[in-house]
């Protein structure tokens, strides 16, 4: 990824996506519209409990990430402020976004149903459960519905149980 790789022209501008260091998204959103960039940071809430009290809090929605749009005749100057890292890319240069999955985004946005970011899983995917009673044991997704249905072999036993599990209690297995 270059940074200082030059744009195709185009009449229109287009959507990009920013990968920025971690914790920054606010400060360099920020930055950006100050210097007049159209930007996107999308949040979700998120619970939050601590010993005394349970907060919710806007978290961003693609950690790392902000959606820039921009003219292709615009420097790429950008990614020399402060947390920004560089334009997501192919070979040499950023890659655009399609327009029509910025507008599903903005849509899902402004739908206020609830929110939450999930790994990528498919059916048949290994998986490990993270959290809950189950943490530490592995299986397979068996399918995909609202929830992610999760196989857990017992080799003692030479049977499988199949648990739903809510998508963020469980991560891809390498």
Known sequence: MSTSAKLAPSAEPDWFALRVKPNTERSLFAALRAHGVETMLPLYPDRRQWSDRIRTIDRPLFPGYLFCRLHSATPL???????????????SGPAPI???EIQAL??????GRRLRPLSLLREGQRI???S?????LDGHVLRI???????VSISILQRS????LDGDAVMPRL
């Open 106 to 111: 903005e849509r899902i946005l402004d739908s």
């Open 98 to 100: 399609q327009a029509i």
């Open 128 to 130: 490990r459960v993270v």
């Open 145 to 151: 519905k609202d929830e992610h249905c999760l196989v």
């Open 161 to 164: 149980v199949a648990v739903t």
């Open 77 to 91: 100057k950008l990614v020399t402020l402060p947390g920004a890292i560089g334009f997501v890319g192919f070979g």
């Open 132 to 136: 809950g009673p189950l943490a530490g």
